[in-house]
């Protein structure tokens, strides 16, 4: 997993609360087991729609999505995170996020920002009138900024140590690779051992 620091790109604006999973990658598309390949899925049924936002030329390649309240609502499948990282989002800005999206997010490195509604609503009125903002996000100082908005955020810190050191569950694992093995080395031969990873 990649390290997550500072964030900077253009935002898309999907003004709408209560986005579930089930949008955001639908059923049809779970069979794949690897992360890559869902980007293009993302959004799926609502991309049919030609006026959809994120269809509209001046949100290509977006790194930021703001969006509305209980954003990742829903089943809780991994691949709606995959679909949002791959097709480009860095993290993602609501009011706020269901408890397993936020999670499943941050074991990607995808950002989740929550931000009080009506710094939400300016990030969104500064995305959908000027596209062409760049938005700041600075996980250190966990901060936010873009068109005169600035905010600062709050997250866990376990999450935020995970993000900032690039560590998904195997990386936090390795951390004790050390401590494993010493374990490993005082086990009578009768019992099942481990592989150090190399």
Not at 72 to 98: C, K, M, T, V
């Amino acid at each position: 997993m990649r390290k997550v620091d500072v964030i900077t790109g253009t935002m898309a604006p999907l003004d709408r609360g209560n986005v579930d999973t089930d949008q955001i990658m639908p059923k049809q598309f779970l069979k794949r087991i690897e992360r890559s390949g869902f980007g293009p899925f993302t959004f799926f049924d609502w991309r049919k729609d030609p006026e959809f936002v994120l269809n509209r030329p001046e949100y290509q390649g977006a790194r930021v999505l703001v969006t509305g309240p209980n954003f990742g609502s829903g089943s809780s499948r991994e691949h709606a995170p995959w679909g949002l990282q791959d097709a480009g989002f860095d993290a993602i800005i609501a009011p706020s996020f269901a408890d397993i999206f936020r999670n499943n997010s941050a074991k990607i490195g995808l950002l989740c920002v929550e931000l009080p509604a009506p710094a939400v609503r300016a990030l969104l009125d500064v995305a959908l009138s000027d596209p062409a903002t760049l938005c700041h996000i600075n996980l250190q100082a966990q901060t936010v900024e873009a068109g005169g908005v600035r905010e600062r955020f709050d997250i866990d810190p376990f999450l935020k140590h995970r993000l900032l050191n690039g560590l998904d569950d195997i990386g936090l694992t390795l951390q004790h690779a050390d401590a494993v093995a010493a374990y490993e080395s005082r086990r009578p031969d009768v019992f099942p051992t481990t592989t150090p990873v190399t």
